[in-house]
């Protein structure tokens, strides 16, 4: 009778320690291949379009496989326990925090694919003996195939034991109202505002603050009253859609300039913050989140560095960089020689055509003399292709696509 986990044989131990010592440390390639399958097949699409989540998820891609690994070095081919490391927390507690469910398994079966498939590749390559392969494969299939199965089920182990920990009942009915006024429903302000706590009349600001690490989020709560402050508030809506990130809305009838939300989060030097417009309402409620959330985005989309953007200064550019290789296009028509000078005369005339063309203004905001601020812009239009003042915008626009792709915050 066939056992229904055979013990590999000596030499098939052999194969998969060489293997997974091979693919140890995984390769950012690997990992990305890893993580594009299962993002591919994400169900809840939050965890494709907030960068936050979406950062989460190729982490635990990295984590996923290499706790696999690992094991099969120190036992191979045998039963591996799921891991209950942070990586694997996040997910679950992430699930938690927006409502979500764990009907994932298009999104956990398909990274099973891309990595079996590499897996099998490192079989060939390893033994040309077909009873070796054999073996090889098949006890590597059922650890994987095991593997992912009781990892599933540990998520959903983990899902009910950090919503006991949390006693997340008034919290995920917060979120569920919070997603009901993003999503447009129709819903009584009143009842809307007696389950968030928050009025609703008025004007708001939203903000989105996260950190690029877990392991900074006890940052964030900090950072969201530093914020508020700023924003000239004295009281705020805060909710946690994740581990690493808080989304913000306080009354406010503007957002504060960056260096001023960057002044005050000095101390909290790995949080990033993105403000939407100001908005009225409901609606201004709403708006107001999409355009943080759309900032957020944007920051991913162009692997910018920037700590603090407000959406009203890069609205154009988030349109612009929809198609990231018609965006390149449009900077290299658009600045010529400029795309590539220092970034001091770039700013110089990004800062001069919001200043109206005063050079007295962008002097002031520059902090230089008026005749320094002559001699840039003199060499500034010697590199653009065409005049600027044929097309500023586009001109502006590309300049600050360029500077938020530089490491250097914007004199917004």
């Known amino acids: 009778m066939k056992m229904l986990w055979p013990n590999p044989?000596?030499?098939?131990?052999?194969?998969?320690?060489?293997?997974?010592?091979?693919?140890?440390?995984?390769?950012?390639?690997?990992?990305?291949?890893?993580?594009?399958?299962?993002?591919?097949?994400?169900?809840?699409?939050?965890?494709?379009?907030?960068?936050?989540?979406?950062?989460?998820?190729?982490?635990?891609?990295?984590?996923?496989?290499?706790?696999w690994l690992v094991s099969n070095l120190q036992e191979p081919g045998r039963r591996v326990t799921p891991a209950r490391d942070s990586e694997m927390l996040t997910y679950a507690r992430d699930l938690v925090l927006r409502g979500m469910d764990m009907d994932e398994l298009g999104s956990w079966r398909a990274a099973q694919r891309v990595g079996w498939g590499l897996w099998v590749e490192q079989c060939f390559a390893a033994t040309t003996d077909r009873d070796e392969l054999r073996?090889?494969?098949?006890v590597s299939a059922n650890s994987m195939t095991t593997y992912i199965d009781d990892s599933i089920a540990a998520v959903g182990t983990y899902v009910d034991e950090i919503r006991a920990d949390m006693g997340v009942g008034a919290q995920a009915q917060r979120h569920t109202t919070v997603q009901l006024l993003?999503?447009?429903?129709?819903?009584?302000?009143?009842?809307?505002?007696?389950?968030?706590?928050?009025?609703?009349?008025?004007?708001h600001v939203a903000a989105i603050l996260w950190v690029d690490s877990p392991a900074d989020a006890h940052e964030l709560e900090r950072a969201a009253e530093w914020v508020?402050?700023?924003?000239?508030?004295?009281?705020r809506l805060t909710l946690p859609p994740s581990t690493s990130a808080l989304w913000l809305w306080v009354p406010s009838y503007e957002a504060p300039p960056t260096a001023d939300v960057l002044h005050v989060l000095e101390k909290t030097p790995n949080v990033r913050v993105t403000l939407g417009r100001p908005g009225a309402d409901l609606l201004g409620?709403?708006?107001?989140?999409?355009?943080?959330?759309?900032?957020?985005?944007?920051?991913?989309?162009?692997?910018?560095?920037?700590?603090?953007?407000?959406?009203?200064?890069?609205?154009?550019?988030?349109?612009?960089?929809?198609?990231?290789?018609?965006?390149?296009?449009?900077?290299?028509?658009?600045?010529?020689?400029?795309?590539?000078?220092?970034?001091?005369?770039?700013s110089t005339v990004r800062i001069?055509?919001?200043?109206?063309?005063?050079?007295?203004?962008?002097?002031?905001?520059?902090?230089?003399?008026?005749?320094?601020?002559?001699?840039r812009l003199a060499k500034a239009r010697a590199m653009l292709p065409r005049p600027l003042d044929h097309d500023p915008t586009s001109v502006s626009a590309a300049l600050m696509l360029v500077e938020l792709q530089q490491d250097q915050e914007a004199g917004c």
């Open 9 to 67: 044989s000596e030499r098939v131990c052999e194969l998969i320690r060489r293997i997974a010592e091979s693919l140890l440390p995984l390769p950012d390639e690997v990992v990305d291949q890893v993580w594009q399958a299962s993002q591919r097949e994400v169900r809840q699409r939050e965890y494709v379009d907030d960068p936050v989540l979406s950062e989460a998820d190729r982490r635990l891609c990295k984590a996923h496989p290499t706790h």
């Open 182 to 203: 993003l999503q447009g429903a129709r819903i009584s302000r009143g009842r809307a505002e007696e389950q968030l706590g928050y009025p609703l009349a008025g004007h």
């Open 352 to 375: 001069y055509v919001a200043e109206g063309y005063s050079i007295s203004r962008t002097a002031d905001r520059l902090f230089a003399h008026r005749n320094t601020i002559d001699r």
């Open 285 to 346: 409620f709403r708006q107001s989140h999409l355009d943080a959330a759309a900032a957020q985005r944007l920051l991913a989309r162009v692997g910018s560095p920037r700590r603090v953007v407000r959406y009203e200064d890069v609205h154009l550019v988030d349109l612009i960089t929809a198609d990231l290789s018609q965006a390149e296009q449009f900077v290299a028509d658009a600045l010529g020689d400029l795309a590539t000078t220092d970034p001091v005369l770039q």
């Open 135 to 138: 073996e090889l494969i098949e």
């Open 228 to 235: 508020m402050r700023t924003c000239g508030a004295t009281r």
